[in-house]
């Protein structure tokens, strides 16, 4: 006699119960091993793809943010410079190592010691990194503290003076709101208000508005007031941080896009004042944080658009008009500002990192060849930088052509036909478009633009500085051309300072700098600047160290120093380079840390 064996296979209710089960399983109408099982798995699929997308990047947020944490852990070794002084000669003010390292008491404690012996040097100044400790402040980016007599003139300052002298040639017409989108942001933004009054104080700490003693004591009071406002400003960023990586970006598109605008700002701020490689983390940051902002709120694209991101934050500006789409509100002009400026400094980094741009596939979609008269631009970096898009995205394909060349000759498959058939394109794209600034007008190759009738105002001088005329543009944009000719040459020919070619390039380019009406512009061609230069002859020096030395206190103010201190080794090291490993990367990495010239 058999006896049926027990089955297993009943659900567990009725187990738990002690029920005999009839083991029937229901099926779903969509399980008909056809079109709509197909399309339910694709479905499923499609939402585990969107959850691991969104558990990685929460993990490169926290990731950035414990490299940003790190930072204070070397705080015991870092280097600590004194404000500057009021004579030339000592007024280098040497920041190369000030790193931004966390705020910690007893640091601060230890440099008010150390410097105490001195009566005429005043506490070292230590920029503090973004960190994300656990803190009980909520983010204050919507809030609107009161603000003091001196900060208010501080910033004002920074909107009369150093925005200016940042960007000489962002200029927009009283139609599209000016600079007054920056005025509403710096009051809205607790981060950038801080780290635009730190900027405004070093600025008075390097350029002597008063002469004499006075000038000294300037210096001393604007340094402590700097340290003060860059401790808040990170303070900040640190609790904004810490509230994008708690709720994610899909949260806020404002506050997201508000927090980007503010790690920039600091990214600028990092450059300008202390010069290590920390640079390198607040450009993660703002990469990592733009690229979520376009994959979550670029919706239903097929490509990055920054018209749908804008659209987005569309409440109305003070002016409404529909058919004209440059009537941008606050948060939209900041957010095509700060774009477009990170957007450089990702093509700029690429060629000190060895690596292609991080936005490169955003290039076609935001920064389209201007060359096509017709084509539309979301994006003209002319506006903001004073060079043409296709400059700069040559110079982005030339580091990404150079990033590819390394790796194959790693590997052991470099193909020299290869790397010259690709060199060929970029150098035709260099040659088209030095002969469309030839051939056309500058009047008509702005004519896409409406005219201004507000820049009759220019007339008047109430800019209160020197207009940017479109033919300074167009030497601007033939100095990046130049320049990225001299790269490529570089990249394909290995470091060859006497070839004809480099010689061509570099005399020509020399005499586009020279040309220029301003020395005051050369600020913000520190990376062409320092390609030329490392490759000019001996006899050439000398034109490189005036025309640094014609910029007066203003070579303190940004890396045209730190471009001329690059150039002063190669020239040192002249004889002992090895032609076969040295190029562009290993000049901006000479002085022991990685430059980012912007």
């Keep these: 006699m058999t006896t049926k064996s027990k089955s297993y296979a009943g659900c567990w209710t009725c187990r738990l119960r002690h029920k005999k089960c009839d083991e029937s399983l229901p099926v779903s109408e969509w399980m008909d091993n056809g079109e709509r099982q197909h399309e339910m798995a694709q479905r499923a699929k499609a939402e585990v793809k969107s959850s691991a997308n969104r558990r990685r990047s929460r993990r490169l947020i926290q ?34 190592f000030l790193t931004l390292s966390g705020t910690s008491s007893k640091a601060t404690a230890n440099n ?14 230590q920029v503090p990194s973004i960190r994300t400790t656990a803190s009980s402040e909520s983010s204050t980016l919507s809030s609107l503290p009161v603000r003091n007599e001196l900060e208010l003139s501080f910033v004002m300052t920074y909107l009369d003076y150093v925005f200016p002298v940042l960007f ?47 000038h000294q004591l300037c210096i001393v009071w604007t340094w402590e007031e700097l340290q003060k406002q860059t401790d808040m400003a990170v303070k900040t960023v640190q609790r904004d941080i810490q509230d994008i990586t708690r709720r994610g970006v899909r949260g806020d598109l404002l506050e997201s896009a508000h927090l980007m605008e503010s790690i920039v700002q600091l990214l600028s701020f990092e450059v300008i004042i202390a010069l290590t490689e920390n640079w390198q983390i607040h450009l993660n940051a703002a990469l990592v944080l733009f690229e979520q902002i376009f994959q979550y709120y ?47 400094d990702d093509i700029i980094s690429s060629t000190s990192l060895e690596r292609p741009p991080r936005l490169r596939e955003y290039h076609p979609h935001l920064l389209a060849n201007d ?24 110079v982005g394909e030339i580091a990404a052509l150079d990033a590819w060349k390394k790796d194959m000759k790693k590997g052991g498959t470099l193909s020299t036909v290869q790397l010259v058939q690709r060199a ?44 940017c005329a479109p033919d300074v543009r167009t030497s601007f944009t033939r100095i990046w051309a130049h320049a990225a000719r001299t790269y490529l040459l570089i990249v394909v020919s290995g470091w060859q300072p006497a070839n004809p070619q480099v010689r061509n390039s570099v005399a020509r380019t020399i005499d586009l700098f020279t040309g220029l009406a301003s020395s005051g512009w050369l600020r913000t061609l520190a990376w062409p600047f320092c390609v030329t230069g490392c490759l000019a002859e001996e006899e050439q020096e000398p034109v490189f160290r005036e025309m640094v030395s014609s910029m007066g206190a203003l070579e303190m103010f940004g890396t045209m120093r730190q471009a001329l201190s690059i150039m002063e080794h190669v020239w040192r090291n002249r004889t002992q380079i090895d032609a076969d490993s040295w190029d562009l990367a290993a000049c901006l990495r000479s002085l022991g840390h990685r430059v980012l010239l912007v």
């Design 63 to 96: 990731s950035i943010a414990r490299d940003m944490g790190d930072e204070e852990s070397g705080t015991s070794s870092q280097l600590h410079r004194a404000p500057p002084s009021s004579s030339r000669s000592s007024a280098a003010f040497d920041t190369s």
């Design 112 to 125: 008010s010691r150390t410097d105490s012996t001195s009566q005429e040097r005043p506490r070292a100044f």
């Design 168 to 214: 000489p040639f962002y200029r927009p017409s009283i139609l599209e709101g000016g600079r007054s989108w920056l005025l509403v942001l710096v009051m809205r933004n607790n981060g950038l208000f801080h780290t635009v009054i730190s900027l405004a104080s070093y600025f008075f700490s390097v350029v002597p508005v008063i002469s004499g003693p006075a």
């Design 298 to 344: 670029n919706t239903n694209q097929s490509s990055p658009n920054i018209s749908v991101i804008l659209e987005q934050m569309g409440h109305r500006s003070f002016v409404v008009d529909p058919s004209n789409p440059s009537l941008w509100n606050a948060d939209q002009a900041a957010f095509r500002f700060f774009s477009a400026i990170l957007l450089v």
């Design 371 to 394: 060359l096509k008269p017709d084509q539309e631009v979301p994006l003209e970096l002319e506006d903001f930088i004073g060079c043409q898009n296709w400059a700069l995205l040559l």
């Design 424 to 467: 060929g394109v970029l150098e035709r794209g260099l040659d088209d478009g030095l002969a469309r600034l030839d051939v056309l007008d500058p009047r008509q190759r702005r004519s896409s633009k409406p005219t201004g009738a507000i820049d009759v105002l220019a007339e008047y001088n109430l800019y209160n500085r020197q207009p």
